[in-house]
């Protein structure tokens, strides 16, 4: 009995927060009008979970998000000064988060995967990026490097035209790991942006090296259909078929 009950529990609270998720996704399309997030989702094989302001895909196996997707506008860009919180653990994972302690001299910063620059609107914005179902664990030198570089350049372009924002990583079976749950440590990351370049939508999207490297970030444009690969996830299929085609086969930064 106790076990029935227990199960019946668990599927009231996640239709609860599919409910409550779908609510602030809709909240969030009334300040963008350019993008739903709920529109251009990546397919999943994990729990998809919905905060305020961004979503992920969790893979327990590796004890992270296989992708993170959120809007990125001007609004969210402001030059705002928080305090940076403490991370704490995302209790909307059912199967349980990792906890931030995995990471306690690891050697590995607790790398965001949608940044806390991104989140600046509001200080709630910017709190909520602080789960450890966000992040990743990222070496210093690329974490402040080339990741960062990336993420400034990514925000560039939110100030001239709303973007729809997906990052992960490529999650594998031969990863080393750090901490008592075994958090895998990706040997790449990817970033793909979205815009709608005045009705003729275009992708840039990047697949950068965990390392420390003085190349240019420019140097590690793909394809989506490359990360696709690499992953086994759908990007943006909801998109015509024709523009899904054209713009996920290409690494061009033209119109950028």
């Known amino acids: 009995m106790a076990i029935g009950f227990m199960f019946a529990l668990f599927w009231i609270q996640k239709i609860q927060n599919q409910s409550i998720s779908n609510e602030n996704i809709a909240v969030e399309s009334q300040n963008d009008a350019t993008f739903n997030r709920a529109d251009y989702l990546p397919t999943s094989n994990h729990q998809v979970v919905h905060?305020?302001?961004?979503?992920l895909s969790y893979n327990k196996k590796h004890e992270q998000a296989e992708w993170t997707a959120h809007i990125l506008t001007t609004k969210d860009i402001q030059?705002?000064?928080?305090?940076?919180?403490?991370f704490e653990i995302d209790d909307m994972v059912s199967t349980g988060a990792a906890s931030w302690r995995n990471y306690k001299n690891s050697g590995y910063d607790r790398g965001h995967l949608v940044p806390a620059g991104d989140r600046r609107g509001s200080l709630a914005d910017y709190e909520e990026t602080f789960l450890t179902s966000n992040i990743s664990p990222q070496l210093h030198e690329f974490n402040a490097g080339n990741w960062?570089?990336?993420?400034?350049k990514i925000r560039r372009y939110a100030k001239m035209e709303s973007l729809y924002v997906v990052t992960g990583s490529i999650l594998t079976d031969d990863l080393s790991s750090i901490g008592n749950e075994e958090v895998s440590v990706p040997e790449y990351f990817y970033k793909i942006v979205y815009k709608d370049n005045n009705g003729k939508p275009t992708i840039l999207s990047f697949l950068v090296p965990h390392a420390k490297t003085d190349r240019s970030i420019n140097d590690f444009k793909v394809s989506v259909d490359h990360i696709e690969e690499l992953t086994g996830i759908d990007f943006f299929s909801q998109l015509p078929d024709d523009i899904e085609i054209r713009i996920e086969s290409t690494y061009d930064a033209t119109g950028w």
């Open 51 to 55: 905060h305020r302001t961004y979503s």
């Open 79 to 86: 030059p705002a000064d928080y305090k940076r919180p403490y």
């Open 148 to 152: 960062n570089d990336l993420e400034q």
